[in-house]
T-cell receptor, first 111, second 114 residues
Framework: AQRVTQPEKLLSVFKGAPVELKCNYS??????LFWYVQYSRQRLQLLLR??SRESIKGFTADLNKGETSFHLKKPFAQEEDSAMYYC?????????????FGQGTELSVKP | NAGVMQNPRHLVRRRGQEARLRCSPMKGHSHVYWYRQLPEEGLKFMVY????????ESGMPKERFSAEFPKEGPSILRIQQVVRGDSAAYFC????????????FGPGTRLTVL
C-alpha cells in the first residue's frame, strides 16, 4: 500500500534550536518525495523536492531509501518557520498524477 | 499569473442540497487534481482530470460525487445530496502535466453542511 506517515502532529521548539520533522513512506517503486508548507492564511506551497537536492529557507531533506524516510531538517529554527508541514509522495515520477500526503506536522517556533 | 483560483471560498449547505465547487487552473496548466481534507487529517486525493477526461478517480466516493473539466471553463466538483460527513476543505491543484510531478494549489473551499 502507498502511505506517508508523519508521526508528530505538533512539534514545538525555541528559536535557534535544530528542527527535524519526520516523514516515513511505504511504496514499492521509486517514488518522488516532496515537502509542502502552509503558512497561516496562505495556500499550500512546495517547499522542496528530493530530486532537486537543494536547500530552501535553510531546510534540507534527504531521501533514505533503506529506511524509507524523507525527514525535513533545519539547523536553526526561526519564528517565521511556524507553519503546517506536509510530506507527500508521487508514485509517478515526473509524470503527473496524484500526490499522497501525510497527516501533517504543525511546527511552532517560540521566541 | 493569478495562480489556481477556487470559488467559493466558503460554502454552506443544508443536508440534501447540492454543492458545486469550482477550480480554475493556472494559465498553461491542463491537469487538475481535487483533494479533500477532513478536520485533523491530511489531504486525501480524490480525482485527477485533464481537459474533458478523467484520468484517475480512485479516490472519489462511489456515490454522490462527480467531477468534470470541460474544454472551456473551470473544473467542477459536484456533491449531490450532501451529508454532514461531507463537511471538509476541498483543495484543487493544477500542473502542466508531463515532465513534472509538482502541483500548485488553490486556497481551498471550506464546505459546511448543516
Amino acid at each position: 500500500a502507498q502511505r506517508v506517515t508523519q508521526p508528530e502532529k505538533l512539534l514545538s521548539v525555541f528559536k535557534g534550536a535544530p528542527v527535524e520533522l519526520k516523514c516515513n513512506y511505504s511504496y514499492s517503486g521509486s517514488p518522488e518525495l516532496f515537502w509542502y508548507v502552509q503558512y497561516s492564511r496562505q495556500r499550500l506551497q512546495l517547499l522542496l523536492r528530493h530530486i532537486s537536492r537543494e536547500s530552501i529557507k535553510g531546510f534540507t531533506a534527504d531521501l533514505n531509501k533503506g529506511e524509507t524516510s524523507f525527514h525535513l531538517k533545519k539547523p536553526f529554527a526561526q519564528e517565521e518557520d511556524s507553519a503546517m508541514y506536509y510530506c507527500a509522495l508521487s508514485p509517478s515520477y515526473n509524470q503527473g498524477g496524484k500526490l499522497i500526503f501525510g497527516q501533517g506536522t504543525e511546527l511552532s517556533v517560540k521566541p | 499569473n493569478a495562480g489556481v483560483m477556487q470559488n467559493p471560498r466558503h460554502l454552506v449547505r443544508r443536508r440534501g442540497q447540492e454543492a458545486r465547487l469550482r477550480c480554475s487552473p493556472m494559465k498553461g496548466h491542463s491537469h487538475v487534481y481535487w483533494y479533500r481534507q477532513l478536520p485533523e487529517e491530511g489531504l486525501k486525493f480524490m480525482v485527477y482530470l485533464q481537459k474533458e477526461n478523467i484520468i484517475d478517480e480512485s479516490g472519489m466516493p462511489k456515490e454522490r460525487f462527480s467531477a468534470e473539466f470541460p474544454k472551456e471553463g473551470p473544473s467542477i466538483l459536484r456533491i449531490q445530496q450532501v451529508v454532514r460527513g461531507d463537511s471538509a476543505a476541498y483543495f484543487c491543484a493544477s500542473s502542466p502535466g508531463q515532465g513534472t510531478s509538482e502541483q500548485f494549489f488553490g486556497p481551498g473551499t471550506r464546505l459546511t453542511v448543516l
